[in-house]
């Protein structure tokens, strides 16, 4: 069965410092990725989108970029954090054999910067 | 690019009752659309999801109903129970292209009180 890992869980760090956030799934191949932004607990903002290795869409223009090193690999990076990107971050994917539609979520990072 | 409505923003109500949430949306192209349930703190889970070629939908105590024409779909909960307090997320999608990328709703916090 597929698994999809993503850590840290929370993430403190001070305003200016570098960011990289790591998502990786197990069990399928070739899986679309997503990163998304939830702040407040609401409201699920697409940030980056993966069909392949190193193709990466950009939704929304901001601090954040993120890459796709291998299949399976999602990194969503930073090179200096603001506080505005303080929120919840979740990686997900999609693509399973079944249910192509179907995104499956990580667990989240809560990500504070101060 | 898709708009997606969801209403309301928050919703109480008793335990045994029912609760339904709306969305519309804009793209004709969309033809399948899921709803995913986030407790606190926790990663959003599909709970039910309908296609075009269907006009209603029912799991147990979850049904969502899908009326093409006005371009609307909702997700009815029966029997409510305190374990149903989430926030719930409808979304819609193209089937078929080749990311998969879904547009949210931006959310709606139900509260079922004992």
């Known amino acids: 069965s597929q698994t999809i890992h993503q850590w840290p869980a929370t993430l403190v760090q001070p305003v200016g410092s570098p960011l990289s956030l790591e998502c990786t799934v197990e069990g399928t191949s070739n899986p679309n990725l997503y990163w998304y932004r939830q702040a407040a607990g609401r409201g699920l903002q697409l940030l980056f989108y993966?069909?392949?290795?190193?193709?990466i869409s950009s939704e929304v223009p901001q601090n954040l970029s993120a890459s796709r090193p291998q299949d399976r690999q999602f990194i969503l990076s930073s090179k200096k954090l603001l506080l505005s990107d303080s929120g919840f971050y979740l990686c997900?994917?999609?693509?399973?054999?079944?249910?192509?539609?179907?995104?499956?979520f990580g667990a989240g990072t809560r990500l504070s910067v101060l | 690019g898709e708009n997606v409505e969801q209403h309301p923003s928050t919703l109480s109500v008793q335990e045994g009752d029912s609760a339904v949430i709306k969305c519309t949306y804009s793209d004709s192209a969309s033809n399948y659309f899921p709803w995913y349930k986030q407790e606190l703190g926790k990663r959003p889970q599909l709970i039910i999801d309908?296609?075009?070629?269907?006009g209603e939908k029912k799991d147990q105590r979850i049904a969502v109903t899908l009326n093409k024409t006005a371009k609307h779909f909702s997700l009815h909960i029966t029997e409510t129970q305190p374990e149903d307090s989430a926030v719930y997320f409808c979304a819609a999608s193209p089937l078929g292209g080749s990311n998969y990328k879904l547009t949210f709703g931006k959310g709606t916090l139900l509260t079922v009180n004992p």
């Open positions: 309908i296609r075009s070629n269907v």
């Open positions: 997900a994917w999609s693509g399973g054999p079944n249910a192509k539609n179907i995104q499956y």
């Open positions: 993966s069909v392949g290795i190193g193709q």
